[in-house]
């Protein structure tokens, strides 16, 4: 792989970049138990609603299914409301974890992620286990939107995790597949790489 000049640290998005996503399994689960509104409510990127709230560590999870539920026809368990969340996920191939191993040999590793408590706690540490290890074995520092009470594209998120690791924004590539979350990285100095539908964010390295 080719060692990319001037660049120390690699931020890596999660959705879409690392974690497979699919939008339309989730609005099917989700529309299933009896939830209204749930296409316009989630989006590949960014979402609104309470699905925002839960993203900025506004509401707790317990908070988010009572406000799921009130948006629903019937009465769906919270068990029922967190399997509908998770179809949002398809599931990491083990060979973008092992890219990461070799990543980390040359450089520092972070993830900057709008994520939440549900799919962080559950699901999303599963896949991450599937080569026999956990998620902190890919990466030196994990930055979410839950815990840092704002989501990207806002600069705040950004600011944030420079200060949290230390690191500097031009010695920084970033990869997302969100043309507006990497123009945000791009204003605030970093450097950038559009992991657009159907390519690899490995491609960044090969000559």
Not at 32 to 60: C, H, N, V, W
Not at 128 to 143: P, Q, T
Not at 176 to 200: C, I, M, Y
């Amino acid at each position: 792989m080719e060692k990319k000049e001037g660049v120390r640290n690699l931020l890596f998005d999660l959705g879409g970049v690392i974690m497979d996503i699919k939008r339309e399994n989730c609005v099917k689960a989700l529309t299933a138990i009896g939830m209204r509104g749930a296409d316009e409510l989630l989006d590949p990127y960014r979402q609104s609603g309470p699905f925002l709230l839960l993203e900025e560590g506004k509401i707790s999870s317990a908070e988010f299914r009572c406000e799921l539920r009130n948006m629903c026809d019937g009465n769906p368990s919270d068990a029922e409301i967190d399997n509908a969340f998770n179809a949002f996920l398809i599931g990491i191939p083990v060979e973008r974890l092992r890219w990461l191993e070799e990543l980390r040999k040359d450089y520092k590793v972070y993830m900057l992620s709008n994520t939440n408590p549900i799919m962080f706690e559950s699901r999303i540490p599963e896949e991450f286990r599937k080569d026999g290890k956990d998620v902190n074995h890919y990466f030196d520092g994990l930055c979410l939107s839950y815990e840092e009470n704002c989501a990207k594209p806002d600069d705040m998120i950004f600011h944030n995790l420079l200060r949290k690791f230390g690191i500097r924004a031009e010695e920084t590539l970033f990869f997302d597949d969100s043309q507006a979350n990497v123009e945000a990285a791009a204003r605030l100095g970093f450097q950038t790489w559009h992991v657009k539908p159907g390519t690899e964010f490995i491609e960044a390295f090969k000559l």
